[in-house]
């Protein structure tokens, strides 16, 4: 027989990672590298607005949403082999994207933004033609360096390095989404003081993320749909905003 406190423990155990009674269970990976999107917190929780969001989804349509940490560069592979659900991880709805894997309804408006240091004359990507610049490897900010001719791309595993070689000087400026860039070059502790955003770019197409899901999973992508129509339709989002990015 179990004692006491042992049962106790095991009953703590159960509840912490047992689903809510007759709920759908959603894994979604995520690279939690992304602040203030999502990222892994001073507990080693992953957190930010993206867990917050489908939280609040799940509870509105039914569904009970776990977290996996999963590195970009296998994520969308990871989808496709069914190692996961979903993604919940800052991914921009593009017509190349949708040929391989379906998107649930938009959940965030984006826009990239280029991040130099303090000293730094530069004042929009063009500047930058014949200098190195960072982003994530696959990454709309990559695509957008890679969209002017003469630029060095110089891609990384995670944002947080390239930021780290542009504070350091070992590059000319980061290009990211721009809540990211805020996170970084406006509320970070450690590179405030040395870094800013040049610029935002604004773009003739509006960049949304979505949540993405394997071709043909139409059981989970409706029950996300609900969850982020729900949240949308009763302003949950903008307090989520306001929490995790500001005004």
């Not at 999502?38 to 509105?60: L, P, R, S, W």
């Not at 894997?101 to 990507?125: G, T, W």
Request: some cysteine; glycine content about 8%; hydrophobic content about 45%.
């Amino acid at each position: 027989m179990l004692k006491k406190s042992m049962l106790l423990l095991l009953g703590v155990f159960l509840a912490a990672n047992t689903a809510v009674a007759g709920e759908k269970v959603i894994t979604f990976a995520t690279d939690a590298t992304w602040p203030p999107m999502e990222f892994v917190d001073a507990n080693k929780q992953i957190t930010g607005y993206a867990i917050d969001y489908m939280k609040a989804a799940g509870k509105e349509a039914g569904f009970t949403p776990k977290f996996m940490a999963v590195a970009w560069d296998g994520i969308f592979a990871g989808l496709d082999v069914g190692k996961y659900d979903a993604i919940a991880s800052s991914v921009s709805i593009t017509d190349e994207r949708k040929k391989v894997m379906d998107f649930s309804e938009p959940y965030f408006r984006v826009r990239q933004a280029v991040i130099v240091r303090k000293d730094s004359k530069v004042k929009n990507l063009k500047e930058l033609v014949g200098k190195q610049v960072g982003s994530q490897i696959s990454t709309t900010g990559t695509f957008a360096v890679k969209a002017v001719k003469g630029i060095i791309s110089k891609t990384y595993d995670e944002v947080g390095l390239a930021i780290e070689d542009l504070h350091n000087g070992r590059i000319e400026a980061v290009v990211c989404d721009d809540p990211v860039a805020a996170n970084y070059a406006l509320q970070n502790e450690k590179y405030a003081k040395s870094l800013k955003i040049a610029q935002v770019i604004e773009s003739a197409e509006i960049e949304y993320y979505g949540i993405a899901a394997k071709k043909g999973n139409k059981e989970t992508l409706a029950l996300i749909n609900k969850g982020i129509k729900a949240v949308q339709a009763k302003g949950i989002d903008k307090a989520l905003q306001k929490k995790w990015i500001g005004q």
